[in-house]
């Protein structure tokens, strides 16, 4: 027996399909927008690229579940070389599994849902998926490895990618935007090459 499908292509598995073509508008997931075959990017990752990574993937596995494993797997590579602690892998796939409840029961409820709900959901979309150990900060600070600068610039990066989102990384570095001049941070090798592709993508980034 067929599965059946909403109106906007999810099935019984909350995999996302075409309804009648493969247009743009066809393949576009409520909300969300397109479906995205990976996370990029040079800042930890916001709601918007983990539904859209999340949703490309389930497409193609068909497995919800382990779904869920791969893109937290995904995120977690952000976070890491952020170097910002984070909340068990468990528990981040149970905060992915939330939102994408949360998703499921707008997208079922299209027509009646409350357009505050509908809104506060899209408010939040570009803002980080916050998946932060509660004292991530403190392990920062406590961290024998690096310097009191390296620190001050995790820290700092951490703070920027909550808020506002300017700074991103390059290498094991971060750069920061300055108010209109970019700090671009020494790479780790110090050769010219490098260092003039990192700065090359701060200001491609940036711009």
Known sequence: MEESESQSGENAK???????????SATEIYLVGQPASSIRGSKLPTMRQVLKFFFHTVNESGDRQETFKETVRNVLTFWNLARIKTISERGCREKLTRLWEHWRSLQKS????????????????????????PDAVEDIEKNRLLTPADKQQDIAFYQD?????????SDNDKI????????????????????ARATARAIEDWS
Do not use: C, Y
């Not at 909350?14 to 743009?24: A, E, I, K, M, N």
């Open 161 to 169: 990618q909550r808020g506002e989102r300017k700074a991103f990384m």
């Open 14 to 24: 909350g995999t996302v399909r075409p309804t009648s073509s493969t247009t743009h």
């Open 110 to 133: 299209r027509d009646r849902a409350a357009k505050d709900k509908v809104e506060n959901f899209k408010s939040q979309l570009d803002l980080l998926w916050d998946i932060g150990a």
């Open 176 to 195: 920061f935007e300055e108010g209109k001049l970019l700090a671009v941070l020494p790479v780790k090798d110090g050769t010219g090459l490098t260092q």
